[in-house]
């Protein structure tokens, strides 16, 4: 069964930052590109920044472009997300997702796994 667990949400004050991490079981994970989706109340889900399975290959939202950093460790199967200087706009839950390609990873439609999401609240 596979399982994508995501931590480090919280309530952060604008400029500040948060770590989120994503754990995976379940799946060869070097096999897999990896995502981070996000999801405002009332808005639909949006691809935040995705990496390849190498980790050679990235691709960030232009709205979080220079602010988040996305990053993979195969050893250790885990995929986190450094968010730096944060906004009001970026409070949403944030999802871990699993997919076949880099290409597909940025699509919410073509993702093949999805965490359950953590909270991120950016006071302003």
């Known amino acids: 069964q596979v399982q994508l667990v995501e931590s480090g949400g919280g309530l952060v004050q604008a400029g500040g930052s948060l770590r989120l991490y994503c754990a995976a079981s379940?799946?060869?994970?070097?096999?897999?590109?990896m995502a981070w989706f996000r999801q405002a109340p009332g808005k639909e889900r949006e691809s935040v920044a995705a990496?390849?399975?190498?980790?050679?290959?990235?691709y960030y939202a232009d709205s979080v472009k220079n602010r988040f950093t996305i990053s993979r460790d195969n050893a250790k199967n885990t995929v986190a997300l450094q968010m730096n200087s944060l906004k009001p706009e970026d409070t949403a839950v944030y999802y871990c997702?699993?997919?076949?390609?880099?290409?597909?990873?940025?699509?919410?439609?073509?993702?093949?796994?999805w965490g359950q999401g953590t909270q991120v609240t950016v006071s302003s």
């Open positions: 379940g799946l060869t994970f070097r096999k897999y590109a």
């Open positions: 997702a699993a997919a076949d390609s880099i290409v597909q990873a940025v699509g919410a439609r073509t993702v093949n796994y």
């Open positions: 990496i390849s399975w190498s980790g050679g290959n990235t």
